[in-house]
């Protein structure tokens, strides 16, 4: 056994009868495939982050960045390079030696022309790679970036096996401390402890990912005992129903979700700095957090999350003013409003904001018709083809204000100014001027009114009194459960 285990057990006692066992933890969202390098939706690192795949380094339910893969590295070329050091001894689950090989197949097979990859902007500035041994490779940028070993955390920087790299989003084959089994579709993805994993040995002998759309399905299976954790319970409104229960344990967190009104700014009549302006007079913050949350949520008036250092609070920037919503139409050349259609993801959240958000308009004369969606065509006709006016959605990719840099993402913004403050931030080297460009930045996209700027969203984690291990928090996206064990009594 090893040492971890062996701490965990002397100071905490040994993990409940039956130990280890097979974690049932439940999800709302169903990924739509388990290739992380592959696909933009959340809900696949949700499941396999941490869990399946490992990238070089990988980053921690507090945000921070720890070794991983790469077991420590160096930062040379005037802060241009990085020279990484490899783990000896890894294995993939189809049983080929991981070398620094993989890693210069994945990141060039995530930059090619030809990559699905929904964040390459992450691998952009790489210039060269070379490989130096089989466990010590040269990652060379264009310049100094400070956010590049954050970015390689994400799971849209994991190391991918070359044979199996084309077959990941329906059996993916990582280097994790659990291997997938199987997925039944509409149901569950089944995990199992990898028995010849290169780190600390795991707790639990396996893991489900079952996914529950429904929240009163939600509650009746966590209450019924079908399922051990919900990492972020999807009803808000009934959390006090675990809070009075000893029987289990409630955790109220923060994520890194930016929930916004996103707007195609490329389209009339959105292109029109007044019409954005009056729709973010016409949101009442305070309505959606207490309608659709519970008062589970923060406020936010930019891209930017509140418990970062360098936000500003811009909620008062456009208050709550329908009498100047209608004014900034009437001046717009919309004193009759207009007709707009509302398309939704699945997330209860946001089908919840979405009927608020629709009234609130509707009371500026902005006509809104809903069009429930599922993830799949929410992604092909919102986020792809850009075929939408209205959407919710919360961005819960950490430190992702600079997608706004980028004209063709679904927002269709195109700022110069934007973008050479992304510029300038992506080349500082100085905290104190990256912190002020920050904060022009979220300044520039709040004046320009480019999306409503909603809430922050909460995470809400409810499950069994005695398991330890899960994260209260989510700095990124991840259900890593590498960590995770119940302590006392049988479960």
């Known amino acids: 056994m090893k040492i971890i285990n062996l701490i965990i057990i002397l100071f905490l006692g040994w993990p409940s009868i039956g130990w280890p066992m097979t ?9 739509p495939n388990l290739d992380p390098t592959s696909g933009a939706a959340a809900a696949i690192d949700d499941v396999v982050y ?19 893969l790469s077991l420590s590295w160096d930062l040379v070329n005037n802060g241009k390079s990085y020279i990484f050091y490899l783990a000896n001894d890894v294995l993939f689950h189809n049983g080929d030696r991981f070398t620094a090989a993989d890693v210069k197949f994945s990141f060039d097979r995530a930059k090619s ?16 790679i070379n490989i130096i041994d089989p466990h010590t490779i040269m990652i060379t940028l264009d310049q100094a970036r400070p956010d590049f070993l954050f970015n390689i955390g994400l799971g849209d920087a ?13 059996n993916p084959v990582g280097t994790g401390p659990f291997k997938f089994v199987k997925w039944v579709r509409g149901d569950r993805v089944e995990l199992v402890r990898y028995r ?47 809070k009075n229960d000893p029987d289990y344990e409630v955790v109220v967190g923060l994520t890194a979700g930016e929930t916004i009104l996103a707007t195609n700014n490329r389209n009339p009549p959105f292109d029109n700095l007044l019409v ?35 936000y500003i609070d811009l909620t008062g920037l456009f208050p709550h003013n329908l009498d100047e919503a209608r004014k900034l139409l009437l001046l717009a050349g919309y004193p009759n409003g207009f007709n707009v259609s509302l398309k939704l993801p699945p997330p209860i959240y946001a089908r919840r904001t979405g009927e608020l958000i629709a009234s609130q308009l509707g009371r500026v004369g902005i006509k809104v018709k809903i069009e429930n969606m599922e993830w ?3 992604i092909d006709q919102v986020l792809i083809n850009k075929n939408y006016d209205l959407s919710i959605v919360s961005h819960v990719e950490p430190m992702d204000i600079n997608i706004y840099a980028n004209p063709n993402y679904y927002f269709g913004y195109d700022n110069d100014d934007f973008k050479k403050i992304i510029f300038d931030i992506e080349s500082s080297t100085d905290a104190i001027n990256s912190s002020q460009l920050y904060k022009l930045a979220q300044k520039k996209i709040a004046d320009d009114a480019v999306n409503g700027y909603l809430y922050q969203l909460g995470k809400y984690g409810v499950w069994k009194a005695g398991l330890k291990g899960m994260w209260a928090n989510y700095p990124i996206r991840s259900n890593d459960l590498r960590g995770v064990y119940f302590v006392g009594g049988e479960q």
């Open 196 to 242: 010849k994993y290169w780190g600390p040995s795991v707790f639990l002998e396996g893991a489900n990912f079952k996914f529950i759309t429904d929240p009163l399905s939600a509650y009746t299976a966590m209450k019924a005992g079908d399922i051990d954790a919900f990492p972020n319970y999807p009803a808000p409104e009934n959390l006090f129903l675990f």
């Open 113 to 128: 022309n030809g990559s699905t990859n929904a964040k390459k902007y992450i691998f952009k500035p790489i210039v060269d």
């Open 50 to 68: 941490g869990n399946i795949f490992e990238g070089l380094v990988r980053i921690n339910e507090f945000g921070d960045i720890q070794p991983s």
């Open 376 to 378: 799949a065509q929410w």
């Open 276 to 310: 954005r302006k009056a729709i973010a007079h016409a949101i009442d913050r305070s309505e959606l957090i207490d309608g659709a949350m519970f008062g589970n949520a923060v406020p936010i008036g930019s891209h930017f999350a509140p418990n970062h250092p360098d």
């Open 23 to 31: 974690l049932n933890v439940g999800l709302q969202l169903e990924p």
């Open 158 to 170: 994991v190391i991918v096996n070359e044979d199996s790299a084309d077959r990941n989003s329906f």
